[in-house]
C-alpha cells in the first residue's frame, strides 16, 4: 500500500515533499540553508534547474514587500 501524503507540499516547483518549515520540505529547507539562500525565495528555483530563458515564474511581490517592509514585531 502506497503512502499517500495530504496537507501542504513544498512550494518548490517540481517538488512533492510534505512542507515541513516556510514552505518548504526538509530537503529543500536545509539546501537554502546550506546556500545561505533566504527559504521563501528559495522555493523560485525549480528542483530540476531552469530550462530555458522563458522558464520563470510569478513572485508574489505585493506579499514579498510587505513582509519585508514591515517593522518588526516586538512581542
Known amino acids: 500500500m502506497p503512502i499517500a501524503f ?3 507540499t513544498c512550494a518548490r516547483r ?3 515533499r510534505p512542507e515541513w518549515k ?3 520540505c526538509g530537503r529543500c529547507w536545509r539546501l537554502a540553508a546550506f546556500f545561505g539562500k533566504d ?5 523560485y528555483e525549480p528542483l530540476r534547474g531552469w530550462t530555458d530563458g522563458r522558464d520563470t515564474v510569478a513572485l508574489p511581490w505585493e506579499r514579498l514587500e510587505r513582509d519585508l517592509l514591515e517593522p518588526p514585531r516586538r512581542d
Open 22 to 24: 516556510d514552505g518548504l
Open 14 to 16: 517540481d517538488c512533492t
Open 39 to 43: 527559504p521563501r525565495m528559495f522555493a
Open 6 to 8: 495530504t496537507g501542504s
